[in-house]
């Protein structure tokens, strides 16, 4: 606990030094120390190394820093998000490059039969051989070889609810050994069952027919035309 | 100390904060607190920009430096153009994705520019929601209203109604492009009230709203064929030498080569500020949020609107270092959770407005009662298991889930423990002046999204970012296509860069920097 005034606190993506305990990490095979506690993130900062391709949001929604990692003396490499992982003494860890998968190209209002299509346009989908490697590469924790599997069984809908915590950072697809791309696979059902299977709102279509009607135009011209003073009464009497 | 004991007196005073009733402030006391401790009111972080449209209008100094910036493209630079286009789309985030998409379906040849990858952006962040008016209950004059009270009756009255108009019309064309917007069970979009609004108006895809929209852009945008260059920062405008935006250079960070773009239009979806770290505040913002397009627009003599306000949210993270900056929900502070300093005590009413609860934390860092993580960073807590201990256990389980589950990640239990924030540099709510069309006043050169400014007033109001994105990003867009059609490319100088450096030099500035900044400098120098 600090009772000493401080100055208006300076930010910086860089972690104290003097404070922090050091770690060793194996960072692309070579070993840095680093402060405990960092993210991967940062612990490639601290470490002198530029961040070009790798960062993106900071915040664990985009996928650019997807990460492989293993902790001491555990044979398994795992996968992550290096902005929302911290690092630990004996870690190693590497960004996954960009990986070449192919993304189908398609005008979904134009399709008749999504459903089929699915299989003219990805047809490795169908070639899942259940090794599961997808979902044990997810840092999402979804469960992908399910979702592949529902995908070339139509049921879109489960696809789309089981994929809405994707952040798209492809690292299901280069562990699968039929070539498939489970998160563009995924987009492609998610897309398909907005445009082809889902309801038209038909509140959203009233309110866009009333606007451009002009049925609030009235609105328009009693607000539009008050005093500066009249209209902050207005929107203060707002509850 | 360690965090754990420091976290033992938060347990310790609970009892006994509990049956303390902390008031709010008087109108007095809370003009007095904002005075002295809100970053927008902090002369000492201020001072008037030199030269150039905005001279001497106040901003923080870290915009004003970098509007008086140097240019890093030279007086003898060779211009001739690798690209030539009808529309220069600078940015991937939600603004540029609509803007690229909407020009590229009126039939214009794009070329799509952003330094990072497709998408990776504030929008994909967005976890809140879309407001648009769809309710039956709710109209646009309604959102129009909720938005003026909300920007402290700043904002800009056109560009306002523009957005709330076209709200319904947007969401529509999300739902076209597949955008899965939860429902009600009649098929109707469901709607939530958000923040400083009137009606339930917010859209969601579940907490993932940004991130749904963005997954379908960004695929869209592919599907279309739109030409890319990605890891393409802009680092200079290009004119015809009568103010008229010819065109830009770009710089590819892969190579570092400079690339011309000749473009008919250019349109600057380049996001906000988060990334400069004005006075020292960590951010919620994405690693490019950098502010280029106010750099941009202000040497090619567009003028910047309401550029010295900024949105700090109260509630961002300090420990685990994971989350620092990170959001952390008000939803805690407005079922009960106490914020409490390094001594044990409470000092605010945590149901204040978010100006002044952001104000006394500050303060009480400032005066040394804020509580400092191994990382050396300073905070107070969060008391959230109060929140159980107050309404029954499995209260934060049951209403704040996200937050359970953000924190479980790190070996946080926030059921067992409180946890420390800081405020969080969120949002500009200036920005480039533009007119309904997203235009500047410089002609072909359009601004849209975060980076434009005048829609948002004094302050942004929930959910309506991600709108203003979808709406402006279409406007511009359309605009630079529909003009593109009848123009002939013009001539590529940059005779405003030299005129913005021969004023720099009467005004006898000479930083040295350079500008715009297009990635913060987080690399420790080794």
């Avoid at chain 2, 803007?99 to 809140?128: C, F, I, P, Y």
């Amino acid at each position: 606990m600090s009772n000493e005034p401080t100055k208006p606190q300076q930010f910086t993506e860089q972690a104290s030094e003097i404070q922090a305990q050091m770690v060793t990490v194996e960072i692309e095979g070579k070993p840095f120390q680093v402060p405990a506690g960092v993210t991967l993130m940062k612990a490639m900062w601290y470490a002198g190394k530029e961040v070009l391709r790798g960062a993106g949001c900071l915040g664990g929604f985009c996928g650019a820093c997807a990460t492989y990692y293993r902790t001491k003396d555990d044979p398994k490499v795992k996968t992550c998000l290096a902005c929302s992982m911290a690092v630990e003494d004996g870690m190693s860890f590497s960004f996954m490059p960009a990986f070449p998968a192919r993304k189908a190209i398609y005008n979904l209002s134009e399709l008749k039969d999504p459903k089929q299509d699915l299989f003219e346009l990805y047809p490795e989908a169908p070639l899942c051989r259940n090794c599961n490697a997808c979902t044990e590469a997810c840092p999402q924790k979804i469960d992908v070889r399910e979702g592949v599997w529902k995908a070339v069984f139509g049921d879109f809908k489960a696809v789309s609810d089981m994929f809405m915590d994707c952040v798209m950072c492809g690292m299901c697809a280069p562990v699968c050994i039929a070539d498939i791309a489970p998160n563009l696979v995924a987009v492609y059902a998610s897309r398909a069952q907005g445009v082809h299977f889902t309801e038209k709102p038909a509140g959203l279509a009233k309110r866009i027919k009333k606007i451009a009607d002009g049925e609030y135009q009235e609105d328009w011209d009693r607000i539009l035309q008050l005093s500066d003073e009249e209209l902050q009464k207005t929107t203060a009497s707002i509850q | 100390m360690d965090i754990t004991a420091q976290q033992n007196l938060v347990h310790q005073t609970r009892d006994a904060r509990r049956a303390i009733d902390f008031p709010k402030l008087s109108p007095a006391e809370r003009d007095a607190l904002i005075k002295k401790y809100h970053p927008d009111h902090r002369g000492h972080a201020y001072r008037p920009i030199k030269f150039g449209p905005n001279a001497g209008d106040s901003t923080v100094t870290e915009v004003a430096t970098l509007l008086e910036g140097e240019s890093p493209i030279s007086a003898d630079f060779n211009l001739t153009p690798e690209y030539s286009v009808d529309v220069l789309v600078v940015g991937g985030g939600g603004a540029g994705c609509a803007a690229a998409l909407h020009a590229h379906a009126e039939g214009a040849n794009v070329l799509l520019a952003t330094k990072l990858r497709l998408g990776d952006s504030n929008s994909v962040m967005a976890q809140g929601g879309m407001q648009i008016a769809v309710g039956p209950d709710d109209s646009p004059v309604q959102h129009f209203l909720d938005t003026l009270k909300g920007g402290h009756m700043k904002n800009d009255h056109d560009l306002l109604k523009v957005m709330v108009e076209e709200g319904p019309s947007i969401g529509q064309w999300l739902l076209e492009l597949g955008v899965l917007f939860d429902r009600q069970a009649d098929g109707n979009l469901h709607v939530k009230k958000g923040g400083g609004s009137s009606k339930a108006r917010l859209l969601t895809c579940s907490d993932y709203t940004g991130l749904e929209i963005m997954r379908v852009l960004k695929d869209e945008v592919l599907n279309q064929k739109v030409p890319l260059l990605e890891f393409g920062a802009v680092v200079e405008l290009l004119s015809d030498g009568k103010g008229t935006c010819t065109g830009a250079v770009l710089q590819d960070l892969d190579n570092k080569r400079y690339v011309v773009v000749a473009a008919k239009t250019v349109i600057l979806a380049t996001g906000g500020i988060g990334r400069l770290h004005i006075q020292g505040f960590p951010t919620s913002n994405h690693y490019g949020a950098t502010g280029d397009a106010l750099v941009l627009a202000y040497r090619m003599g567009v003028p910047l609107v309401q550029i010295d306000t900024f949105q700090y949210h109260p509630s961002g993270g300090v420990y685990p270092e994971q989350l620092v900056g990170a959001l952390v929900t008000e939803g805690i502070r407005s079922e009960g959770g106490h914020l409490v300093n390094a001594k044990g005590d409470r000092f605010v009413n945590e149901l204040d407005t978010r100006d002044v609860v952001s104000s006394s934390i500050i303060k009480e860092c400032e005066e040394g009662r804020g509580v400092r993580t191994a990382a050396g960073r300073v905070g107070v807590w969060l008391d959230t298991p109060l929140l159980d201990v107050a309404h029954g256990p499995g209260t934060l389980d049951k209403h704040f889930p996200a937050m359970v589950r953000q924190y479980e990640r790190y070996q946080v239990d926030i059921r067992k423990d409180p946890v420390l924030i800081y405020p969080t540099l969120h949002y500009q709510n200036g920005g480039v002046k533009i007119d309904v069309k997203g235009e500047t006043p410089a002609p072909n050169l359009f601004v849209a999204g975060e980076a434009s400014g005048g829609l948002h007033g004094r302050n942004r109001l929930m959910g309506n970012s991600l709108l203003d994105l979808m709406v402006f990003g279409k406007r511009a867009g359309q605009t630079a296509a529909e003009r593109a059609k009848t123009l002939s490319q013009g001539t590529l100088t940059l005779d405003h860069v030299a005129e913005f450096r021969a004023e720099a030099k009467r005004h006898h500035v000479s930083s040295g920097l350079s500008s715009p900044m297009v990635l913060p400098a987080y690399t420790r120098q080794v």
